[in-house]
T-cell receptor
Framework: DVKVTQSSRYLVKRTGEKVFLECVQD?????MFWYRQDPGLGLRLIYF???????EKGDIPEGYSVSREKKERFSLILESASTNQTSMYLC???????????FGSGTQLSVL | QKEVEQNSGPLSVPEGAIASLNCTYS??????FFWYRQYSGKSPELIMS????GDKEDGRFTAQLNKASQYVSLLIRDSQPSDSATYLC????????????FGSGTQLTVLP
């Protein structure tokens, strides 16, 4: 089975802190994605990556950056956390055309 | 902004009935359409994909696509309480290879 592992299930941070969300997949997938999910808004794409050291902005990249130094690992960075970044963050991977996404279990981030 | 719209519900149906979930999309050039299911507290999982006009059946699930009307639907026959979940419509829009755009989801409850 494909496994996408997110480092934390729940995370509480203070405004202004730098936050790292880690994601690791074990299926050698090329494509990795970071989404945030908010009630009534669905899943919105923050960043994605097709290959190591490659990144592309999604629909809502402001306030975020990413890093993909190894194929299996894709990190989401909140440079200076703000309260409006309180959300469920979902990492996903895919081998192919970005259609069949395998999601991690999510990180519920609260920024106080 | 390419959009995918769903009725948020909640939608309730009795056990054994047909549940009908609807989705419209704004980008006429979209070619690939998907339904993901998300149980409460869990991550989304892909359950259906459809690429051509018409119906596609998989067990109790039927996806329907009408590109002229920019409309996708999911029918669940003989609904079971275990089908209770949020159903997310997702589209790959033209010019957005490997980027799924999700609707906000429809919450379905199947009443025993």
């Amino acid at each position: 089975d494909v496994k996408v592992t997110q480092s934390s299930r729940y995370l509480v941070k203070r405004t202004g802190e730098k936050v790292f969300l880690e994601c690791v997949q074990d299926m050698d997938h090329e494509n990795m994605f970071w989404y945030r999910q908010d009630p009534g808004l669905g899943l919105r794409l923050i960043y994605f990556s097709y290959d190591v050291k490659m990144k592309e902005k999604g629909d809502i990249p402001e306030g975020y950056s990413v890093s993909r130094e190894k194929k299996e690992r894709f990190s989401l960075i909140l440079e200076s956390a703000s309260t409006n970044q309180t959300s469920m963050y979902l990492c996903a991977s895919d081998q192919g055309r970005g259609e069949k996404l395998f999601f991690g279990s999510g990180t519920q981030l609260s920024v106080l | 902004q390419k959009e995918v719209e769903q009725n948020s519900g909640p939608l309730s149906v009795p056990e054994g009935a047909i549940a009908s979930l609807n989705c419209t999309y704004s980008d006429r050039g979209s070619q690939s359409f998907f339904w993901y299911r998300q149980y409460s507290g869990k991550s989304p999982e892909l359950i259906m994909s459809i690429y051509s006009n018409g119906d596609k059946e998989d067990g109790r699930f039927t996806a329907q696509l009408n590109k002229a009307s920019q409309y996708v639907s999911l029918l669940i026959r003989d609904s079971q309480p275990s089908d209770s979940a949020t159903y997310l419509c997702a589209v790959i829009s033209s010019g957005s290879a490997r980027q799924l755009t999700f609707g906000s989801g429809t919450q379905l409850t199947v009443l025993p």
